[in-house]
Protein backbone atom coordinates (compact mmCIF):
# COMPACT_ATOMS: atom_id res chain seq x y z
CA UNK A 1 0.00 0.00 0.00
CA UNK A 2 1.47 3.53 -1.03
CA UNK A 3 1.67 6.52 1.48
CA UNK A 4 -0.59 9.36 0.53
CA UNK A 5 1.74 12.73 -1.25
CA UNK A 6 3.05 14.86 1.47
CA UNK A 7 0.01 18.05 1.30
CA UNK A 8 1.68 21.12 0.30
CA UNK A 9 0.00 24.08 2.60
CA UNK A 10 0.57 28.11 2.14
CA UNK A 11 -0.59 29.47 5.64
CA UNK A 12 -1.65 33.37 6.04
CA UNK A 13 -1.82 35.54 9.19
CA UNK A 14 -2.24 38.60 8.57
CA UNK A 15 -5.13 39.31 10.64
CA UNK A 16 -3.75 42.01 13.33
CA UNK A 17 -1.14 43.77 11.48
CA UNK A 18 -1.23 46.72 13.97
CA UNK A 19 -0.04 44.27 17.04
CA UNK A 20 2.02 41.56 15.31
CA UNK A 21 3.72 41.09 12.46
CA UNK A 22 2.38 39.69 9.25
CA UNK A 23 3.57 36.57 7.95
CA UNK A 24 3.10 33.74 5.60
CA UNK A 25 4.54 30.25 5.54
CA UNK A 26 4.88 27.17 3.29
CA UNK A 27 4.70 23.30 4.68
CA UNK A 28 3.94 20.05 4.42
CA UNK A 29 2.79 17.11 6.11
CA UNK A 30 4.52 14.16 5.11
CA UNK A 31 3.89 10.21 4.78
CA UNK A 32 4.05 9.84 8.50
CA UNK A 33 1.54 12.59 9.14
CA UNK A 34 3.86 15.18 11.02
CA UNK A 35 4.04 18.94 9.44
CA UNK A 36 7.02 20.44 7.98
CA UNK A 37 7.92 23.88 7.77
CA UNK A 38 9.67 24.84 4.30
CA UNK A 39 9.99 28.50 4.39
CA UNK A 40 8.00 31.98 6.22
CA UNK A 41 8.31 34.88 5.35
CA UNK A 42 7.47 38.30 6.92
CA UNK A 43 5.35 41.33 5.06
CA UNK A 44 7.64 44.38 4.18
CA UNK A 45 6.44 47.23 6.37
CA UNK A 46 3.93 48.74 4.41
CA UNK A 47 0.36 50.40 4.97
CA UNK A 48 -1.09 48.30 2.39
CA UNK A 49 -1.69 44.78 2.59
CA UNK A 50 -2.68 44.08 -1.02
CA UNK A 51 0.72 45.95 -2.16
CA UNK A 52 2.94 43.53 -0.07
CA UNK A 53 0.79 40.20 0.29
CA UNK A 54 1.60 38.90 -3.23
CA UNK A 55 5.26 39.84 -3.10
CA UNK A 56 5.38 38.09 0.71
CA UNK A 57 3.64 34.70 -0.68
CA UNK A 58 5.76 34.34 -4.01
CA UNK A 59 8.82 34.80 -1.82
CA UNK A 60 7.94 32.18 0.82
CA UNK A 61 7.30 29.55 -2.44
CA UNK A 62 9.94 30.01 -4.08
CA UNK A 63 12.20 29.64 -1.28
CA UNK A 64 10.66 26.47 -0.50
CA UNK A 65 11.03 25.55 -4.28
CA UNK A 66 7.98 25.08 -5.20
CA UNK A 67 5.42 26.78 -7.70
CA UNK A 68 2.08 27.71 -6.99
CA UNK A 69 0.87 24.74 -8.70
CA UNK A 70 2.16 23.09 -6.44
CA UNK A 71 -0.33 24.00 -3.36
CA UNK A 72 -2.59 21.64 -2.26
CA UNK A 73 -3.73 24.09 0.75
CA UNK A 74 -3.96 27.24 1.90
CA UNK A 75 -4.83 28.09 5.53
CA UNK A 76 -5.87 31.13 6.16
CA UNK A 77 -6.16 33.20 9.67
CA UNK A 78 -9.58 34.59 9.42
CA UNK A 79 -9.89 36.87 12.48
CA UNK A 80 -11.28 38.30 14.06
CA UNK A 81 -8.62 41.61 13.52
CA UNK A 82 -8.71 44.42 10.70
CA UNK A 83 -11.69 44.43 8.33
CA UNK A 84 -9.21 45.44 5.47
CA UNK A 85 -6.09 42.87 5.94
CA UNK A 86 -8.91 39.99 6.97
CA UNK A 87 -10.76 40.73 3.59
CA UNK A 88 -7.23 40.93 1.47
CA UNK A 89 -5.99 37.74 2.81
CA UNK A 90 -9.22 35.66 1.99
CA UNK A 91 -9.63 37.22 -1.39
CA UNK A 92 -6.45 36.32 -1.66
CA UNK A 93 -6.47 33.02 -0.38
CA UNK A 94 -9.84 32.17 -2.71
CA UNK A 95 -7.79 33.86 -5.62
CA UNK A 96 -4.97 31.45 -5.25
CA UNK A 97 -7.11 28.30 -4.71
CA UNK A 98 -9.50 29.12 -7.54
CA UNK A 99 -6.11 29.45 -10.33
CA UNK A 100 -4.50 26.49 -8.61
CA UNK A 101 -7.45 24.06 -7.26
CA UNK A 102 -6.18 24.22 -3.62
CA UNK A 103 -8.35 23.67 -0.51
CA UNK A 104 -8.85 26.20 1.83
CA UNK A 105 -9.05 25.68 5.45
CA UNK A 106 -10.41 28.48 7.83
CA UNK A 107 -8.06 29.17 11.14
CA UNK A 108 -9.87 31.09 13.56
CA UNK A 109 -6.92 34.01 14.94
CA UNK A 110 -8.00 33.04 18.62
CA UNK A 111 -6.62 29.78 18.35
CA UNK A 112 -3.24 30.56 16.83
CA UNK A 113 -3.05 33.28 20.14
CA UNK A 114 -4.25 30.28 22.35
CA UNK A 115 -1.48 27.94 20.81
CA UNK A 116 1.45 29.92 21.34
CA UNK A 117 0.40 30.61 24.90
CA UNK A 118 0.19 26.90 25.53
CA UNK A 119 3.64 26.60 23.82
CA UNK A 120 4.97 29.03 26.46
CA UNK A 121 3.86 27.76 29.46
CA UNK A 122 2.67 24.26 29.78
CA UNK A 123 0.79 25.15 32.90
CA UNK A 124 -2.27 26.83 31.25
CA UNK A 125 -4.98 25.20 30.92
CA UNK A 126 -7.59 27.67 29.59
CA UNK A 127 -7.31 31.47 28.54
CA UNK A 128 -9.56 33.77 27.15
CA UNK A 129 -8.58 35.38 23.67
CA UNK A 130 -9.47 38.92 23.52
CA UNK A 131 -9.29 40.86 19.67
CA UNK A 132 -10.63 43.43 17.37
CA UNK A 133 -11.17 45.88 20.57
CA UNK A 134 -13.89 48.97 19.93
CA UNK A 135 -15.93 51.31 21.22
CA UNK A 136 -15.77 49.18 24.50
CA UNK A 137 -15.86 45.63 22.95
CA UNK A 138 -14.30 43.06 22.28
CA UNK A 139 -14.08 39.72 20.52
CA UNK A 140 -13.49 37.06 23.04
CA UNK A 141 -12.84 33.11 22.85
CA UNK A 142 -11.96 31.38 25.57
CA UNK A 143 -10.04 28.37 24.87
CA UNK A 144 -9.20 25.08 26.48
CA UNK A 145 -6.04 23.19 26.07
CA UNK A 146 -7.66 20.09 26.28
CA UNK A 147 -10.42 20.64 24.65
CA UNK A 148 -11.38 19.27 20.15
CA UNK A 149 -9.98 21.70 18.28
CA UNK A 150 -12.20 21.50 15.57
CA UNK A 151 -15.16 22.44 18.30
CA UNK A 152 -13.35 24.81 19.19
CA UNK A 153 -12.97 26.17 15.96
CA UNK A 154 -16.70 26.12 15.35
CA UNK A 155 -17.17 28.16 18.30
CA UNK A 156 -14.93 30.86 18.10
CA UNK A 157 -15.88 33.71 19.95
CA UNK A 158 -18.03 36.75 20.20
CA UNK A 159 -18.14 40.47 20.67
CA UNK A 160 -18.48 41.66 24.36
CA UNK A 161 -18.29 44.52 26.52
CA UNK A 162 -17.09 44.22 30.31
CA UNK A 163 -20.36 42.82 31.90
CA UNK A 164 -19.76 39.91 28.94
CA UNK A 165 -16.22 39.36 29.83
CA UNK A 166 -16.98 39.30 33.67
CA UNK A 167 -19.39 36.25 33.18
CA UNK A 168 -17.10 34.65 30.70
CA UNK A 169 -14.31 34.50 33.46
CA UNK A 170 -16.71 33.83 36.15
CA UNK A 171 -17.80 30.65 34.20
CA UNK A 172 -14.59 29.38 33.22
CA UNK A 173 -11.44 28.49 34.77
CA UNK A 174 -9.60 31.18 32.77
CA UNK A 175 -5.76 31.42 33.72
CA UNK A 176 -5.00 34.28 31.10
CA UNK A 177 -6.20 37.19 29.19
CA UNK A 178 -4.85 37.37 25.97
CA UNK A 179 -5.43 40.56 24.85
CA UNK A 180 -2.95 43.74 23.13
CA UNK A 181 -2.74 47.40 23.86
CA UNK A 182 -6.28 48.05 22.54
CA UNK A 183 -8.04 46.17 25.39
CA UNK A 184 -10.82 48.95 26.64
CA UNK A 185 -9.64 50.58 29.50
CA UNK A 186 -12.58 49.23 31.35
CA UNK A 187 -11.21 45.75 31.33
CA UNK A 188 -8.09 46.42 31.68
CA UNK A 189 -8.87 47.73 35.05
CA UNK A 190 -11.16 45.12 35.96
CA UNK A 191 -9.05 42.35 35.31
CA UNK A 192 -5.95 43.80 37.42
CA UNK A 193 -8.76 44.42 40.05
CA UNK A 194 -9.28 40.54 39.81
CA UNK A 195 -5.54 39.65 39.15
CA UNK A 196 -6.38 37.49 36.54
CA UNK A 197 -2.85 37.24 34.68
CA UNK A 198 -2.76 38.82 30.92
CA UNK A 199 -0.20 38.40 28.09
CA UNK A 200 -0.25 39.89 24.65
CA UNK A 201 -1.03 37.72 21.67
CA UNK A 202 1.49 35.93 19.62
CA UNK A 203 0.32 35.18 16.17
CA UNK A 204 2.44 33.72 13.48
CA UNK A 205 1.94 31.57 9.93
CA UNK A 206 4.05 28.63 11.63
CA UNK A 207 1.16 28.63 14.19
CA UNK A 208 -1.27 29.02 11.51
CA UNK A 209 0.12 26.41 9.35
CA UNK A 210 0.46 23.65 12.55
CA UNK A 211 -3.67 24.43 13.25
CA UNK A 212 -4.62 23.96 10.12
CA UNK A 213 -3.55 20.32 9.79
CA UNK A 214 -6.58 19.39 12.60
CA UNK A 215 -8.95 21.61 10.72
CA UNK A 216 -11.53 20.48 8.23
CA UNK A 217 -10.85 22.02 4.43
CA UNK A 218 -13.39 23.80 2.64
CA UNK A 219 -14.47 24.97 -1.05
CA UNK A 220 -13.04 28.92 -1.83
CA UNK A 221 -16.20 30.07 -2.04
CA UNK A 222 -17.12 28.69 1.57
CA UNK A 223 -13.93 30.96 3.35
CA UNK A 224 -15.21 33.94 4.79
CA UNK A 225 -13.24 36.09 7.69
CA UNK A 226 -14.80 36.21 11.06
CA UNK A 227 -16.25 40.38 11.17
CA UNK A 228 -16.19 41.57 14.92
CA UNK A 229 -19.13 43.96 13.78
CA UNK A 230 -20.40 45.30 10.83
CA UNK A 231 -17.71 47.75 8.74
CA UNK A 232 -18.04 51.16 9.48
CA UNK A 233 -20.25 51.69 5.89
CA UNK A 234 -22.75 49.62 6.84
CA UNK A 235 -23.16 50.65 10.70
CA UNK A 236 -23.26 54.62 9.43
CA UNK A 237 -25.89 53.76 6.81
CA UNK A 238 -28.31 52.07 9.65
CA UNK A 239 -27.96 54.88 11.53
CA UNK A 240 -28.61 57.15 8.30
CA UNK A 241 -31.63 55.55 7.28
CA UNK A 242 -32.10 52.51 9.85
Known sequence: MTSPPPLITLAIETSNPSTCDSEVAVGRRNHSGAGELLSCQTLTPTNRHDDALAPAIDRAVRQAGLTPGDLDRIAVSVGPGGFTSLRIAVASAKGIALATGARCVAVPTALIAASRAFEQDDDLGCVAVALASKRGSAWIAVIDRTSDLETQSAA???????????????????????ADEHL???????????????????????????????????????????????????????????
Request: charged residues 25%; glycine residues 6%.
Open 156 to 178: AGEAMDLAGLAQVIDSHRVDTVI
Open 184 to 242: PTPMREWLGKQAIAMAPPALGAAQCLDLSWELPERASVELAPIYPRPPEAVRKWRELHG
